[in-house]
């Protein structure tokens, strides 16, 4: 999708995270080059959200290392590929200014992104992050989606109630989706019960998607896990080679 197309995406974009039945949770794939986001879009698939993680392998780099610049060329290929909205990730926004975040995305063709909220020394503080959040939604108004990360699963802090006042924040700072990464199934309902809006949901490509779905997932994504299933297969391919 082009830079100049990137408009109307967002609103369609945006559009699909509303209105669905509780079993019917958005899916979306995450493409780590142009060629997998082809793959998916021809599928079917509505829209796609890309992974760092996976972007960063594809590219030879650790998760969390790639350059800002190799990042944002690396969406504007994946958009220019498909014809459906692409969301990106880009990690902690590369400490850049919001208006600069938002000006490379949409340079980029991108209709949204994630955006985290720990560093590599721990969480932030969530008060600090929804500051920043509201001036990344300034700069954007409409113009782009907002997909805040809760890291506080993945670091380990497993009271639910630290997720849903983080969450609150960010929704409150203007946020239009949360996504509280590896939060356990079980926690979920509590999740949706607690913060209003889209709730984004991490899954294994073997998950019952629906069923998360059920649970309150308002939308499905994969982090790298895609990647990984389809290097495991490439392995197997390989090793039938020699």
């Known amino acids: 999708m082009s830079a100049a197309d990137s408009t109307d995406g967002v609103t369609v974009f945006r559009a699909l995270h509303h209105g669905r039945s ?9 493409p780590w080059d142009a060629a997998s986001a082809k793959v998916f879009a021809e599928a079917g698939f509505p829209a796609l959200a890309t992974p760092s ?3 960063s392998a594809s590219l030879g780099y650790a998760d969390g290392e790639l350059p800002a610049d190799e990042m944002f060329a690396a969406v504007a290929r994946i958009a220019r590929a498909v014809d459906v909205p692409v969301s990106a990730d880009i990690e902690r926004g590369y400490g850049l200014a919001p208006k600069e975040i938002v000006e490379r995305l949409l340079e980029a063709g991108a209709v949204g992104c994630n955006l985290e909220d720990s560093t590599p020394e721990g969480l932030k503080d969530p008060q600090e992050q929804a ?21 506080t699963f993945v ?5 639910p109630e630290r997720a849903i006042e ?3 924040l960010y929704v409150a700072a203007g946020a239009d989706c949360v996504y509280p990464i590896m939060a356990p199934p079980e926690v979920v309902p509590v999740l949706r019960e607690s913060v209003d809006g889209p709730l984004n949901v991490v899954a294994r490509p073997a998950s019952d998607l629906g069923g998360l779905g059920m649970l309150g997932a308002t939308r499905i994504t ?3 896990g895609l ?3 389809t290097m495991a297969r490439l392995n197997d391919l390989a090793l039938g080679l020699r």
């Open 166 to 168: 983080r969450a609150r």
């Open 53 to 55: 993680a996976g972007v």
């Open 22 to 30: 509780p079993g019917d949770p958005l899916v979306l794939p995450g």
């Open 227 to 229: 990647l990984k299933a």
């Open 155 to 159: 670091r380990g802090v497993t009271d």
């Open 222 to 224: 994969f982090g790298p």
């Open 131 to 151: 500051d920043w959040l509201a001036e990344v939604r300034a700069a954007a108004g409409d113009r782009m989606f907002l997909n805040a990360r809760v890291d």
